[in-house]
């Protein structure tokens, strides 16, 4: 039998292959060509995506990163892009989704006003940077996190 680990990768690949089935059988291998011949993937597509995969929790990950994959079929994102929103997404805890647009969306106050823990994740997981202020600053979206918006990867 199967371990448990075992078990839970699998779930992960047929939920991130089921966020696939949109695309076209052609247009998958142009992409997978394409990212073995990228530079940030070097060759190791498959590897890569697995080893996100098996990081990433269960519940909205794979679905997540499966639209990213999307997102570089149809040009909308780089390769370099792609890595940086499969990190952030293995990185952002799930179950702070929520505060993801309301911090994105939000003033300067409304940003400085947000719990500790989320900015401590948005910072970890590349969605924000500190802005050098000069009374210690305040976290500001990258341009990452522009394109984790601008994908829906937060309402999936």
């Not at 078990?7 to 695309?23: C, M, N, S």
């Not at 995969?53 to 370099?80: C, I, N, W």
């Not at 500790?116 to 305040?138: C, I, W």
């Amino acid at each position: 039998g199967q371990t448990i680990s075992e078990q839970l990768l699998l779930h992960k690949i047929e939920a991130f292959l089921q966020g696939l089935d949109q695309l076209e059988r052609g247009k998958i291998q142009d992409m997978v060509r394409r990212l073995d011949s990228d530079v940030s993937f070097q060759g190791q597509v498959g590897t890569v995506l697995i080893e996100a995969l098996d990081k990433m929790s269960v519940e909205h990950q794979p679905r997540m990163l499966a639209r990213t994959f999307r997102a570089y079929a149809d040009g909308q994102v780089t390769g370099l892009e792609l890595r940086r929103l499969a990190l952030a997404i293995e990185r952002f805890p799930t179950f702070e989704l929520p505060a993801l647009r309301v911090f994105y969306d939000g003033e300067v106050e409304q940003r400085m006003a947000t719990e500790k823990a989320v900015l401590l994740a948005l910072s970890s997981a590349g969605l924000a940077m500190n802005n050098g202020g000069f009374d210690g600053g305040v976290l500001v979206p990258t341009s990452t996190f522009d394109l984790f918006i601008e994908l829906g990867l937060d309402q999936v």
